[in-house]
């Protein structure tokens, strides 16, 4: 069956560190992968998205992601946490077939530290 | 900002009673979709519609139903509110077209506490 897996349920980092948030997938093609932030109390926003082209892609607040197919994995990165970072990230996919809901991991909770 | 508007945003309603989540997007999206969201962050489908009077069931059973009667609005009604219905409910959409790359946009989400 098709999953999503971010195997941090819970990172903390300190404030003006490097942050990477892990995300697996398992499909037998490559398909359309997003990252998503939710702030407390709200829904979620797209921080960015990849189905092709370069596999680093570049998304709002700083965030980047880098797809690669051999490991199935498409990790969130920003290279210095803000306070203001602090939040609940999901990453989601959708079969290449594209017809589909999205599937969404069970999210990684980032706290930030003075 | 994505345009959908989800009400109430906060319901405490007592055992038993029907009650209605609403939402509303005016981006025109032909999809729209409901997802649960307990407490540990996980999000589950519970129903979603691809156009006007489509409706599909999610991965998560659920005991509320949906109507799709216009293209805007997907609202999500409980028959008889239980304790174990206590979640937040947050409804997207996206555009048909863009195929798989379309995302989706979210509403801030409403708030049940069945007491």
């Known amino acids: 069956a098709q999953s999503v897996t971010q195997p941090d349920i819970h990172i903390t980092v300190s404030e003006g560190a490097s942050l990477e948030l892990r995300c697996n997938y398992s499909?037998?093609?490559?398909?359309?992968l997003f990252w998503y932030v939710q702030s407390p109390g709200q829904g979620l926003q797209l921080l960015l998205k990849?189905?092709?082209?370069?596999?680093l892609v570049q998304g709002i607040k700083g965030f980047e992601a880098e797809f690669k197919r051999s490991q199935s994995s498409f990790n969130l990165r920003k290279p210095s946490v803000h306070w203001s970072d602090a939040a609940e990230y999901f990453c989601?996919?959708?079969?290449?077939?594209?017809?589909?809901?999205?599937?969404f991991g069970k999210g990684t909770r980032l706290s930030v530290i003075a | 900002e994505a345009d959908i508007y989800q009400t109430p945003r906060y319901l405490v309603i007592g055992t038993g009673k029907k009650i209605t989540l609403e939402c509303s997007q005016t981006?025109?999206?032909?999809?729209m979709y409901w997802y649960q969201q307990d407490p540990g962050m996980e999000l589950h489908l519970i129903h979603y519609?691809?156009?006007?009077?489509?409706?599909e069931k999610g991965d998560l059973s659920s005991e509320s139903t949906v109507s799709r009667i216009r293209t805007e609005h997907f609202p999500l009604t409980l028959e008889s509110a239980r304790p174990s219905h206590t979640s937040q409910y947050l409804c997207?959409?996206?555009?048909?077209?863009?195929?798989?790359?379309?995302?989706?946009?979210f509403g801030n989400g409403t708030r049940l506490t069945v007491t």
């Open positions: 997207a959409s996206s555009a048909r077209t863009g195929g798989g790359n379309s995302p989706l946009h």
């Open positions: 499909y037998g093609a490559t398909p359309y």
């Open positions: 990849y189905f092709s082209g370069d596999t």
């Open positions: 989601a996919v959708r079969p290449y077939s594209g017809n589909t809901p999205l599937v």
């Open positions: 981006m025109g999206h032909d999809k």
């Open positions: 519609s691809y156009g006007v009077n489509s409706t």
